[in-house]
């Protein structure tokens, strides 16, 4: 179902986010629609889940690239070149060049990001970020955190059947909704935090306040190649961005 | 190796407890802490845990010695500070509900076995072997790549011993261990603790129950609101008469009062299931471990008490959802006093049919007892003083009149119960659906169940209960139904 | 009298790194007054791509900072109870979604956060928050900073008594509601083209079609929906907080030295009626 892991997980979400910011660096629809062609599209259709990363590109993107469309379509007071003037609305060329530039980047954004989050291991970064030495209280709140999300979920599902169970039917005014929603968190909240509490007792029985480096149980899988080549992309981008930004201010 | 002097301990509000407690634990014991409710019992676990509340505002008076050390409290600010980390290494806990013992930062048994090793630093490869060790001696190697989060209640509970265990303490506490699991299930837990006693670690239990079966040579400390009353060998803390303190043994039949003897069925029919097909949409499964149904026929009179019957993942828990709506069957049809289940939203059926959860905290959220009380009859339809008039009554009938105002979540488990029970009645509805109602119940309250249950069908009301407590079972219900696979399976009939 | 069993009577207190917060809260602040002083020359094309990447690394990096800065100074008791806060942020959304509410309600768990264990926890919440989420929908990641602000508003707001009294919370939740929409605004436009859902987007096209520039626009818009999102959160936590166990609260040592609950009704004097009427 998955696809063969080459990259560490830290390399791999490094190498998107540097993507992104070459993306922003450039600022042009051309370099935008070559990286979605040329890079998304393939990473996606390699990642060996194509549908579900396909999916979720166009249920966080889709909604958003649409709206974008009609406001800029529509409303952009600076555009000069009227193509269509619909009363207090006006398509201009300069505001659909605007919103096709803002969508590219959206869309490069999301299916970059995307794409690395959803072929991530989730423990495999932990135990990278744990070998490489980072803060253990980060690395404990970030991992907590993405445990607890699928809990939390099942657990507000079990609740909102309990409370059904005992009378609760949500009604259809904001109040009503209002008042299923704090039937359904106070009783999970409470939980959480009873769980909390006791995961403190446990945390302390545990060493977490040790100060000794934390290690991991899982083998590190980051090498010292990948190291350097993080450093690579990281100075690259750096010398090109600046570059990019510079150069045509000095040049005049 | 480690004794505790308690000459008392209390929350700033509260009556004091644990008054002139003494318990000595010697290598290689099994010791049953026995109590009902509030009766002290996790206190005293989380005292010998090296807990003494000091940052929740409880003050306790007494001295541990641990190893030879020992550790005087006078309930000053000045006390000393018990070092989590140095104790747990000598004394392993593990806290009533798996769930906050889990880091959930690990995503299997292996990680979360090793998270307290890993926060030492100890190497990788130490971590390896050190974990292997332990897992082998609680049978857990086949699941250390499994996520901790997806593990059976008995899976569950070994891997936090485990945890507990992975730096080799040399006594392990542990409080109410066997709570919700089912006879296979607590039956593993029992065999990975008598291993570890076999390694000559000293097992504390804490139990609201004496337990059925125990190693041999197991020592009793019995408490009753937080004052000893029985010191000695489980074999003859039996014949102790502990009854009047409110501990029974697990496995004893209710005490029925001889003049409740449930009727039996008499009058209409309140529920009807035909031939009930249902499996849970693909998405869905990893959710609640729950079975599919299968061709499932049952039918209940006014006056009828049935016990629904099975191992984990039978269709227990599906089936008593089919009586409220929760789950809607695939096939066949599910009637309710001869009007069909359909597309009514389940708030509506709570009226008819009242529902006791195995996890009953999921229910409660209100900040008094008496409001959490009078959402369901005022939910269903009942003008607001006649609510609160219903609900002081059940609070009665379950005997917590005396807590109408305090917060449900400043309750014992077992008050939260007879809480949410308490919402049942108060709703009145006919029919009444309860999933293991006796889990981690004490004798008395048990006995009340019981009583409670029995009257209501008495009254021409029906129950159905999916249980693991045969004893409760035959003692309460007219007849039983064995689940297997989503089936019914054809079984004799106990009378009572 | 010191034993391997006990811990010495001197708290070992971690100093907070002052200067990461400083630099982190200057960057965040610089950012905000850069984005707000150069966007004239925004939407004529040309600064696009410094706005854009300033926004990213200023609000990021800023965020990034604050949290290198709180994280090491919190003690278990608040670590604990951020990840509960960061997984409710996201599956309140959800629920929200389900039971079909019209707004997102995506800073219930800050907030939650910042009233039991204080700004710093608040705002390490909120940043984190962002961060994870940006996993799931890559949005959320640039609002990182805003999201920290709220948590670090609200603590504040927690701490000199914005709780203590119901009503006083959605009057804190309409001020932090505004700061939060003001903060957002430049980070939606530049990164995004103000880009959103279609209630959000309707709101600045109005305001688009009366001619404001876009930043202004989308400042107007955030300071409205944020505003009301904020309230409509701060009620809610305050109802909660109200709700939980003394018990659950007084595990805190913030919400126990602060006070930042007033009197509770459903203690031996029960109150009557006032706000009492969920049910209702």
């Not at chain 1, 990286?35 to 996606?44: D, E, K, S």
């Not at chain 2, 303190?245 to 529920?271: F, K, M, N, Q, W």
């Not at chain 2, 009301?461 to 004893?471: N, P, Q, R, S």
């Not at chain 3, 959103?196 to 009366?210: D, E, K, L, P």
């Amino acid at each position: 179902m998955r696809r063969r892991r080459i990259y560490n997980p830290l390399t791999e979400l490094l190498a998107a986010v540097l993507l992104v910011v070459l993306v922003l660096v450039v600022n042009r629809w051309e370099f935008s629609l070559a990286v979605l062609v040329l890079v998304v599209v393939p990473a996606v259709v390699s990642s060996g889940r194509p549908r579900q990363i396909g999916l979720a590109v166009a249920v966080v993107a889709g909604p958003l690239l649409l709206s974008s469309l009609l406001l800029h379509g529509l409303f952009y007071p600076e555009g000069s070149t009227v193509l269509a003037d619909l009363g207090p609305a006006r398509v201009t060329a300069e505001g659909l060049s605007f919103a096709a530039l803002m969508g590219l980047r959206m869309s490069v954004f999301t299916g970059v990001l995307l794409t690395a989050a959803m072929t991530l291991e989730v423990p495999e970064l932990l135990a990278t970020m744990t070998h490489r030495g980072w803060n253990r209280k980060l690395v404990f709140v970030v991992g907590s955190a993405v445990g607890l999300i699928p809990h939390v979920a099942l657990r507000a599902r079990q609740i909102t059947r309990a409370q059904q169970a005992r009378g609760l039917v949500v009604g259809r005014g904001p109040l009503a909704r209002l008042r299923a929603l704090l039937t359904v968190t106070t009783p999970l909240v409470i939980g959480l935090l009873v769980d909390a509490s006791e995961r403190n007792h446990m945390l302390g029985a545990r060493g977490f306040s040790s100060t000794v480096a934390r290690t991991s149980y899982l083998p590190d899988t980051d090498t010292p190649g990948q190291r350097i080549a993080r450093r690579v992309m990281l100075a690259v981008t750096a010398v090109f961005s600046t570059a990019w930004l510079i150069l045509p201010v000095v040049t005049g | 190796m480690i004794s505790i002097e308690s000459t008392s301990f209390a929350y700033d509000d509260g009556a004091p407890l644990l008054v002139g407690v003494t318990l000595a634990v010697q290598p290689g014991e099994y010791v049953v802490v026995a109590g009902a409710s509030a009766s002290g019992k996790t206190t005293l676990a989380r005292l010998l845990a090296g807990q003494t509340g000091a940052d929740a505002g409880a003050v306790f008076r007494g001295a541990v010695t641990l190893d030879g050390e020992t550790i005087r409290f006078d309930g000053a600010p000045t006390d000393p500070r018990i070092d989590p980390a140095a104790w747990s290494a000598r004394v392993g806990f593990v806290a009533q509900g798996a769930w906050g013992q889990l880091s959930m930062m690990s995503a299997s048994v292996g990680e979360e076995i090793a998270f307290g090793p890993s926060n030492l630093g100890v190497p990788t490869d130490q971590l390896r072997s050190l974990v292997a060790d332990v897992a082998a001696a609680l049978t857990l190697t086949p699941l250390l790549n499994h996520d901790p989060r997806r593990l059976s209640g008995g899976q569950l509970q070994r891997t936090v011993i485990a945890a507990a265990m992975a730096q080799r303490p040399a006594v392990l506490v542990l409080d109410e261990p066997f709570q919700g699991l089912d006879d296979d299930s607590a039956q593993d837990v029992a065999d990975a603790l008598e291993v570890l006693r076999g390694a000559g670690t000293a097992i504390v239990v804490c139990e609201p129950m004496l337990p059925r079966a125990a190693p041999e040579g197991a020592r009793v400390l019995a408490l009753a609101d937080g004052r000893p009353v029985f010191d000695g060998l489980l074999t003859d803390a039996r014949g102790a008469g502990l009854r009047r303190y409110g501990i029974g043994t697990a496995g004893d039949p209710p005490r029925l009062d001889p003049a409740s003897d449930p009727t039996g069925p008499h009058g209409r029919e309140l529920v009807t299931l035909r031939g009930v097909g249902f499996s849970y949409p693909s998405g869905r499964r990893g959710d609640d471990r729950s079975a599919c149904l299968a061709g499932v026929d049952l039918s209940l009179h006014a006056g009828e008490i049935v016990a629904l019957r099975g191992s984990n993942g039978s269709g227990k828990s599906t089936l008593l959802q089919h009586l409220n709506g929760l789950c809607r069957a695939d096939a066949g049809s599910v009637s309710l006093a001869g009007v069909p289940i359909l597309r009514q939203p389940t708030g509506a059926l709570a009226a008819c049919v009242g529902f006791l959860f195995q996890d009953t905290d999921q229910q409660l959220f209100e900040r008094t007892v008496l409001r959490e009380v009078s959402y369901g009859p005022f939910a269903a339809g009942h003008r607001r003083d006649d609510a609160v008039r219903r609900a002081s009554e059940a609070l009665e009938r379950v005997g917590l009149g005396a807590l109408e105002e305090a917060h449900p979540y400043e309750l014992g488990f077992v008050q939260r119960r007879l809480v949410a029970l308490a919402s049942i009645i108060a709703t009145g509805p006919a029919v009444w659906a309860l999933d293991e109602p006796t889990a981690g119940l004490d004798d008395p309250a048990r006995t009340l169940l019981a009583a409670l249950v029995t009257a209501h069908a008495r009254g021409g009301g029906a129950v159905v209960l999916a249980t693991h407590d045969e004893a409760f079972a035959r003692a309460v219900a007219h007849r039983s139904v064995r689940l297997e696979g989503g089936r019914i399976m054809p079984e004799d009939h106990p009378s009572v | 009298m010191s034993s391997s069993l006990t811990l010495s009577t001197e708290p070992t207190a971690q100093r907070p790194r002052r200067l990461l917060v400083a630099l982190g809260g200057a960057l965040i602040v610089a950012t905000y007054l850069f984005l707000v002083i150069v966007q004239p020359a925004e939407i004529a094309g040309g600064m696009g791509s410094v706005a854009s990447l300033v926004s990213l690394f200023g609000f990021l990096g800023g965020g990034a900072l604050l949290v290198g800065g709180i994280l090491p100074t919190l003690t278990t008791s608040s670590l604990v109870v951020m990840p509960l806060g960061i997984a409710l942020n996201i599956a309140i959304g959800q629920i929200a979604g389900s039971l079909g509410m019209q707004i997102y309600l995506d800073a219930i768990g800050t907030v939650l956060v910042a009233v039991l264990a204080g700004p710093a926890a608040g705002a390490a919440t909120g940043a984190l928050s962002n961060a994870i989420w940006g996993l799931f929908n890559p949005f959320a990641l640039p609002f990182a900073a805003g999201a920290a602000l709220i948590g670090l508003l609200a603590g504040l707001a927690a701490k000199h008594g914005a709780f203590r009294r119901v009503y006083l919370a959605p009057l804190a939740g309409l001020v932090v509601g505004a700061i939060g929409g003001l903060v957002a605004a430049p980070v939606a436009v530049f990164m995004f083209g103000a880009a959103g859902t279609f209630g959000t987007n309707a709101i600045i096209a109005v305001f688009r079609s009366m001619g404001d520039k876009l930043l202004v626009a989308a400042t107007k818009q955030g300071l409205l929906s944020d505003s009301v999102d904020k309230i409509v959160v701060f009620v809610v936590v305050a109802l909660i907080v109200y709700a939980l166990p003394q018990r659950a609260v007084r595990q805190f040592p913030f919400a126990r030295t602060y006070r930042v609950l007033g009197a509770r009704s459903g203690e031996r004097t029960a109150q009557p009626a006032a706000g009492n009427d969920r049910v209702a």
